[in-house]
């Protein structure tokens, strides 16, 4: 049976490519023999389910421990009643346990017991009963809140002295984020801040990202079962593009292979995969979904914001910024400090965020666009000029994000242009105060530099022309946009500071300068 590139639910190592799950977590066995109790968290689609599921059958097979992987996601339903979700837990852990293990290994009948005691209850069982020590790992667990979920931990905390004989010999919380930020709604706070009432786990674990070789091996399993080959500057761009994220990795491939080039004697270059990015960003599938939805917390706009602006950030507690990172929205590098996450990621969060701008802007005439059907920069020009003088100012409120709102107004103006008969692509440039857009609709491509001018700063126009330069040199045009807006204090309202002229750059480029 052929196998393919999976972007949904676990991956099964007769359907699916993929790389050994268990090689990622070394330490695991250790920390399971040593009857540890344990948190392993990692932001979604990086493999937690896969390689907990693996070292699950793995040690079940090997015949010294009863192992099995069980959801807690049922009970979320009922958050504030911890019997009813006590409930539905249980009857999807005796399910869990059916196709997991064999039937000698099946647990018992989960023992009557009052609500709030029953999970417990049932692990103290499971433990009496089985004839090898037990080892459970808890997968999602922060979907639990409230007292559903403080009512699990405590439990969970009340059997640990008494494993291994009468209580689970070792376990495991799997989630997204670690345990001080599971959310909770009690003392007036929002979230745990501490690990009570799990102050019993000896470790809290994540996973990484693949690394570029784990991509090249990952891609040519395809190769090895099909002869499709993709070049080497088409995993290079795969991993640039994702930071090595597994589910971009995979949706890249599988965009490539079962879309864009099917037939298995093309080869896979840069270009299909530059491609198959384009249309992860236009889809935004429901893992992109996920924290798309999110954007707007704000706890993550405090992170997020000063970043895409490239702004000093106000005092961001250490909690906060550590929350960003577990959900995989941000990521610390060893010579830029934070960063986005990965530049798909990048591109998803700027297209996210001038959606709303998008929806609530005028209606305009494509004057952009000339009798052969091709966008005329000039006309295109004097069309932004028009907009911004008259919509500038109200839309810049559209967004909570207000530090890059004029990029953001930018933007869904750009997006309305192309609507369809071409495409922007973003390129930010994380804590360097600018954004690289290229505007491209039939045979015209557009190159655009965005500054902003804010107060104590001089004027970015220098910088600004050097930096569109080097940007119109990688992309071998000419001729370029650089635009800035002018965010500083008292100034004449926008339409009376809205200007354009064209200069020569230092290095013979025809430059459009636009302030705004």
């Given at each position: 049976m052929p196998r393919w590139f999976n972007t949904t639910g676990p991956c099964r190592p007769e359907l699916h490519y993929m790389l050994s799950p268990t090689a990622r977590l070394p330490d695991l066995t250790r920390l399971i023999d040593q009857q540890q109790y344990f948190v392993l968290h990692a932001p979604r689609q990086t493999g937690k389910t896969t390689a907990m599921l693996a070292l699950a059958q793995s040690l079940t097979a090997a015949g010294t421990y009863t192992t099995v992987v069980l959801t807690m996601e049922v009970g979320a339903a009922f958050n504030d009643d911890p019997g009813a979700a006590e409930r539905a837990i249980l009857d999807d852990w005796s399910d869990a346990a059916?196709?997991?293990?064999?039937?000698?290994?099946?647990?018992?009948?989960?023992?009557?017991?009052?609500?709030?005691?029953?999970?417990?209850?049932?692990?103290?069982?499971?433990?009496?009963?089985?004839?090898?020590?037990?080892?459970?790992?808890?997968?999602?667990?922060?979907?639990?809140?409230?007292?559903?979920?403080?009512?699990?931990?405590?439990?969970?905390?009340?059997?640990?002295?008494?494993?291994?004989?009468?209580?689970?010999?070792?376990?495991?919380?799997?989630?997204?984020?670690?345990?001080?930020?599971?959310?909770?709604?009690?003392?007036?706070?929002?979230?745990?801040?501490?690990?009570?009432?799990?102050?019993?786990?000896?470790?809290?674990?994540?996973?990484?990202?693949?690394?570029?070789?784990?991509?090249?091996?990952?891609?040519?399993?395809?190769?090895?079962?099909?002869?499709?080959?993709?070049?080497?500057?088409?995993?290079?761009?795969?991993?640039?593009?994702?930071?090595?994220?597994p589910w971009l990795i995979n949706a890249l491939a599988r965009q490539a292979v079962e879309v864009l080039a099917p037939d298995p004697a093309q080869p896979i270059d840069a270009a299909i995969i530059d491609a198959a990015k384009t249309r992860l960003i236009q889809r935004q599938d429901t893992h992109l979904d996920s924290f798309v939805d999110r954007l707007e917390e704000s706890r993550i706009c405090a992170v997020l914001e000063p970043l895409l602006a490239g702004t000093v950030p106000a005092n961001v507690p250490v909690d906060d910024l550590q929350f960003v990172q577990d959900l995989g929205l941000v990521r610390l590098d060893p010579q830029a400090g934070l960063v986005i996450a990965n530049p798909i990621y990048a591109a998803i969060i700027l297209r996210s965020l001038a959606t709303t701008t998008r929806a609530f802007m005028p209606a305009m005439l494509p004057t952009w666009i000339d009798a052969q059907g091709q966008l005329n920069p000039e006309r295109l020009r004097e069309a932004f000029l028009t907009f911004w003088r008259q919509h500038g100012q109200p839309l810049l409120g559209t967004t909570a994000y207000h530090e890059i709102a004029p990029h953001l107004v930018l933007m869904a103006f750009l997006d309305r242009v192309v609507n369809g008969g071409g495409r922007v692509e973003r390129e930010l440039a994380v804590g360097r105060g600018r954004l690289d857009l290229r505007l491209e609709y039939g045979s015209v491509v557009l190159p655009i530099e965005v500054k902003v001018w804010r107060d104590g700063a001089s004027d970015p126009l220098s910088d600004g022309i050097t930096q569109l330069d080097g940007y119109l040199q990688g992309l071998g045009e000419a001729t370029g946009w650089l635009v800035i807006f002018d965010q500083r204090r008292n100034l004449p309202p926008i339409a009376e500071r809205t200007t354009a002229e064209t200069i020569t750059s230092p290095n013979g480029r025809q430059v459009t300068v636009i302030r705004a």
């Amino acid at each position: 049976m052929p196998r393919w590139f999976n972007t949904t639910g676990p991956c099964r190592p007769e359907l699916h490519y993929m790389l050994s799950p268990t090689a990622r977590l070394p330490d695991l066995t250790r920390l399971i023999d040593q009857q540890q109790y344990f948190v392993l968290h990692a932001p979604r689609q990086t493999g937690k389910t896969t390689a907990m599921l693996a070292l699950a059958q793995s040690l079940t097979a090997a015949g010294t421990y009863t192992t099995v992987v069980l959801t807690m996601e049922v009970g979320a339903a009922f958050n504030d009643d911890p019997g009813a979700a006590e409930r539905a837990i249980l009857d999807d852990w005796s399910d869990a346990a059916t196709w997991q293990l064999p039937a000698a290994l099946h647990p018992p009948t989960w023992p009557d017991a009052t609500p709030g005691a029953r999970i417990g209850a049932a692990l103290r069982a499971w433990a009496l009963a089985s004839s090898r020590p037990l080892v459970v790992f808890l997968d999602e667990i922060d979907a639990l809140q409230d007292a559903a979920l403080i009512s699990v931990l405590r439990q969970l905390r009340a059997g640990f002295p008494r494993r291994p004989t009468v209580f689970p010999w070792a376990l495991a919380l799997i989630g997204l984020r670690d345990v001080r930020d599971y959310k909770i709604a009690s003392g007036g706070r929002d979230r745990l801040t501490t690990a009570s009432p799990f102050n019993i786990k000896a470790e809290s674990l994540t996973m990484g990202n693949f690394t570029a070789a784990d991509v090249a091996a990952l891609y040519q399993q395809h190769t090895d079962a099909t002869g499709q080959i993709f070049t080497t500057d088409a995993i290079d761009l795969a991993y640039t593009l994702t930071s090595g994220q597994p589910w971009l990795i995979n949706a890249l491939a599988r965009q490539a292979v079962e879309v864009l080039a099917p037939d298995p004697a093309q080869p896979i270059d840069a270009a299909i995969i530059d491609a198959a990015k384009t249309r992860l960003i236009q889809r935004q599938d429901t893992h992109l979904d996920s924290f798309v939805d999110r954007l707007e917390e704000s706890r993550i706009c405090a992170v997020l914001e000063p970043l895409l602006a490239g702004t000093v950030p106000a005092n961001v507690p250490v909690d906060d910024l550590q929350f960003v990172q577990d959900l995989g929205l941000v990521r610390l590098d060893p010579q830029a400090g934070l960063v986005i996450a990965n530049p798909i990621y990048a591109a998803i969060i700027l297209r996210s965020l001038a959606t709303t701008t998008r929806a609530f802007m005028p209606a305009m005439l494509p004057t952009w666009i000339d009798a052969q059907g091709q966008l005329n920069p000039e006309r295109l020009r004097e069309a932004f000029l028009t907009f911004w003088r008259q919509h500038g100012q109200p839309l810049l409120g559209t967004t909570a994000y207000h530090e890059i709102a004029p990029h953001l107004v930018l933007m869904a103006f750009l997006d309305r242009v192309v609507n369809g008969g071409g495409r922007v692509e973003r390129e930010l440039a994380v804590g360097r105060g600018r954004l690289d857009l290229r505007l491209e609709y039939g045979s015209v491509v557009l190159p655009i530099e965005v500054k902003v001018w804010r107060d104590g700063a001089s004027d970015p126009l220098s910088d600004g022309i050097t930096q569109l330069d080097g940007y119109l040199q990688g992309l071998g045009e000419a001729t370029g946009w650089l635009v800035i807006f002018d965010q500083r204090r008292n100034l004449p309202p926008i339409a009376e500071r809205t200007t354009a002229e064209t200069i020569t750059s230092p290095n013979g480029r025809q430059v459009t300068v636009i302030r705004a």
